[in-house]
């Protein structure tokens, strides 16, 4: 069981900053929703999964100028509902934190409704520290980063922004995988254009080009931090 998550994790990983490709990942998540059989924690894991794999495509949607189909972010919500459910029944902190986040994921990625949102969003905060010492520094990185999002274009607060953006990519460096730095750098390297560091801003966003590219990134994920690159060089210059 715990080999078919961690596998279904690495195809996510693959298929949400690679390929787009999420057919594996949908199949294993499944396989381990199958093998969980009435353990509520393994159901959870899978399930959260399945949510994750689900928020990804459309995010990749997203990512090619598709408007995302209602249908699907309906389908959404329902299996981040269900995976908040079954968390909240084991009481485990860290898996209650993410099954908040992912409900505010679709608010805030899909409804554009902050405040609709933030109450998840804070709800996962709180319990942020459970998630990192549960060995889920990616859960949490993506906590304290949506937070940092929430500080950098709603209640607008640069500083604290960064200070968020900074301790999500240093989680992401703590993982160590390179597909999972780009994106915090270009989210850094914008909440440092936004507090008025636009040399950080563009040293930041050019690792995260040369980074994005080598390690074979979506086409969508290179586009994004060059663009972002390309605001951050026009701000330096005046």
């Not at 995260?208 to 590219?213: D, E, F, G, P, W």
């Amino acid at each position: 069981m715990t080999d078919v998550l961690a596998q279904a994790a690495q195809a996510l990983a693959e298929a949400a900053f690679r390929t787009g490709d999420f057919t594996t990942a949908e199949r294993l998540y499944g396989e381990a929703l199958t093998a969980a059989g009435h353990d509520t924690s393994a159901q959870a894991q899978a399930v959260g999964g399945q949510g994750m794999t689900q928020h990804y495509r459309n995010i990749t949607c997203l990512m090619a100028g598709r408007a995302v189909a209602e249908a699907d972010i309906l389908a959404e919500e329902a299996v981040m509902r269900r995976s908040l459910e079954l968390w909240q029944q084991t009481a485990d902190a860290a898996g209650t934190a993410m099954g908040m986040f992912g409900v505010g994921l679709v608010f805030q990625v899909l409804r554009r409704d902050w405040a609709a949102a933030m109450p998840y969003f804070w709800q996962a905060l709180g319990l942020a520290e459970a998630v990192e010492e549960s060995g889920d520094l990616h859960g949490c990185s993506e906590i304290h980063r949506h937070i940092g999002f929430y500080y950098l274009v709603e209640d607008i607060r640069p500083r604290e922004a960064v200070r968020r953006l900074a301790y999500s990519l240093a989680l992401r460096e703590r993982i160590g995988d390179e597909r999972l730095i780009p994106s915090g750098l270009v989210a850094l390297g914008e909440a440092e254009l936004d507090a008025g560091n636009p040399q950080r801003a563009v040293d930041l966003l050019r690792r995260a080009v040369t980074v994005a590219r080598q390690a074979q990134l979506h086409p969508g994920r290179i586009k994004d931090a060059e663009d972002t690159l390309r605001e951050a060089e026009a701000a330096l210059a005046g």
